[in-house]
């Protein structure tokens, strides 16, 4: 089993910068890709960033690339997201989640993720 918990969320004006944290416990030796996702209330909910863990390798979405940073999983198990020049757009629940087979989604994109955290509010006001 494995645990996640989002932390770090909270409001910022447009261009500032937020840093979120997802602590992994448990069985986090057998991750084999992290991600980070966004839901807006009413709307699907949207892949953000992801990382496959053994590699480092980093990949974003369109919409956030360039301005969000997932560094390496630091030896704490703590996956973050630097959050550059945030946009009112990027006002979203955040939620972590981890996959210990493949890269994973939310819905019916395609494999959905092993485990998920409870996400974290971040908000951003114009």
């Known amino acids: 089993q494995m645990q996640l918990v989002e932390s770090g969320g909270g409001s910022v004006a447009a261009g500032g910068n937020l840093r979120l944290s997802c602590a992994a416990s448990g069985s986090v030796r057998n991750i084999y890709y992290m991600g980070w996702f966004r839901q807006v209330p009413g709307e699907a909910r949207e892949w953000v960033a992801g990382?496959?863990?053994?590699?480092?390798?980093?990949i974003y979405a369109d919409s956030v690339k360039g301005r969000f940073t997932v560094p390496p999983v630091n030896a704490q198990n703590i996956l973050s997201l630097q959050m550059n020049s945030l946009k009112p757009e990027d006002t979203a629940m955040y939620y972590c989640?981890?996959?210990?087979?493949?890269?994973?989604?939310?819905?019916?994109?395609?494999?959905?993720?092993?485990?998920w955290g409870q996400g974290t509010q971040v908000t951003v006001s114009s």
């Open positions: 989640a981890a996959d210990l087979r493949s890269r994973c989604f939310f819905g019916d994109l395609g494999k959905t993720c092993d485990y």
């Open positions: 990382i496959y863990i053994r590699g480092g390798v980093t």
